[in-house]
């Protein structure tokens, strides 16, 4: 069975441009997470999507930032324009149930790096 | 307010010795998870263990152990006859009360075993 894929690994884009980051979750996950780590810091929940809705996106840090999962399948997040702030790894997770008592599956994260 | 402390930033040790990976953590729920998870260098996130909050039992997994005590907030995680394939980032996290249960990660703790 495939893990949670995210394409791409890297990214390095000059501010002010545009980055769309992409994750296929597991097959049959309905929900789907979003999460961020910036240098040396926690790992800090963006948004949360069951199926193509989104649940919970009280972690999106600002209007910049733009996640979609059309079809309840896989998502994008866009930053748009993006900042020197934004610069960090992206996780994005997916679980089957919803619930306290299930772990979600990571993919291996996508570095970008805005300059 | 919910929030998971791994004080140790980097933990270095000799391949064979044993190593605590310490977790503190707030919630003013009487319910909730707690996980670890292993970031290796390939990136993506591991999971290793889920604990819920009413079960206090200390669990081993081979060479992995854990430790929960509710009466000081902690979760720690003891690794016996260090290897160097141990060598990772190790993330504690808590299952925040609400719709989402989304993740509240600490900062982690960087393992180093050398041999």
């Known amino acids: 069975e495939a893990g949670v894929t995210q394409f791409p690994s890297h990214s390095v884009i000059e501010k002010g441009q545009t980055v769309t980051l992409r994750c296929d979750p597991i097959?049959?996950?309905?929900?789907l997470y979003w999460y961020r780590r910036v240098m040396g810091k926690e790992i800090k929940f963006l948004l949360h999507?069951?199926?193509?809705?989104?649940?919970?996106e009280s972690g999106m840090p600002n209007n910049r930032f733009l996640a979609e999962r059309t079809g309840g399948t896989y998502s994008t997040l866009k930053v748009q324009p993006a900042e020197l702030e934004d610069s960090g790894v992206y996780f994005c997770a997916s679980s089957q149930e919803q619930g306290r008592d299930t772990e979600a599956f990571f993919g291996q994260g996508t570095r970008l790096t805005v300059v | 307010a919910q929030k998971v402390t791994q004080a140790q930033t980097e933990i270095s040790v000799v391949e064979k010795e044993d190593v605590t990976l310490d977790c503190v953590y707030e919630?003013?729920?009487?319910?909730?998870?707690l996980f670890w998870y292993k970031q290796p260098p390939s990136g993506e996130l591991v999971f290793l263990i889920r604990?819920?909050?009413?079960?206090?039992q200390n669990e081993i997994s081979g060479r992995y152990s854990w430790n929960f005590q509710k009466s000081t907030s902690s979760f720690n995680f003891t690794i016996t006859a260090s290897q160097v394939v141990d060598s990772a980032v190790y993330f504690c996290?808590?299952?925040?009360?609400?719709?989402?249960?989304?993740?509240?990660f600490g900062t982690g703790t960087r393992l180093k075993v050398l041999a």
């Open positions: 604990r819920n909050s009413f079960d206090e």
């Open positions: 996290a808590l299952s925040e009360e609400g719709g989402t249960y989304k993740y509240i």
């Open positions: 919630t003013r729920d009487t319910t909730y998870y």
């Open positions: 999507f069951v199926k193509e809705s989104k649940q919970d």
């Open positions: 097959s049959g996950h309905d929900n």
